[in-house]
Nanobody, 125 residues
Framework: EVQLKESGGGLVQPGGSLELSCQPS????????MAWFRQAPGKEREGVAA???????TYADDVKGRFTISKDHAKNMLVLRMDSLNSEDEAMYYC???????????????????WGQGTQVTVSS
């Protein structure tokens, strides 16, 4: 398993932007398939965005065009840029990873064997 540490959560106004980061220990992000999940109170954890070892990325329908997932190889970090945030985006956000190339199941929680502790995103005026 990979140790993952998220950062960047916080309070943002509706329509605003926020950037989350996730740093793995001991593994280069280039060797990992990674994803962001989120969980709001009373709801199931849902996949938001994922990026494969080969940089292929995919998004949940409700964040397409607003969120961008990427790997910063220089800093060895996974980044989630979130724009046009709304109240539906408010949740605890989790970083997840596996150390192999995915073929399917990019946004399924059961695909990943390594998880961070989460970072809270609050959308409020």
């Amino acid at each position: 398993e990979v140790q993952l540490k998220e950062s960047g959560g916080g309070l943002v106004q509706p329509g605003g932007s926020l950037e989350l980061s996730c740093q793995p220990s001991e593994f280069p992000v280039s060797s990992l398939s990674m994803a962001w999940f989120r969980q709001a109170p009373g709801k199931e954890r849902e996949g938001v965005a994922a990026i494969n070892v080969n940089e292929y990325s995919t998004y949940a329908d409700d964040v397409k065009g607003r969120f961008t997932i990427s790997k910063d190889h220089a800093k060895n970090m996974l980044v989630l840029r979130m724009d046009s945030l709304n109240s539906e985006d408010e949740a605890m956000y989790y970083c997840a990873a596996v150390s192999w190339r995915l073929i399917t199941g990019f946004l399924k929680a059961s695909t990943y064997n390594s998880w961070g502790q989460g970072t809270q995103v609050t959308v409020s005026s």
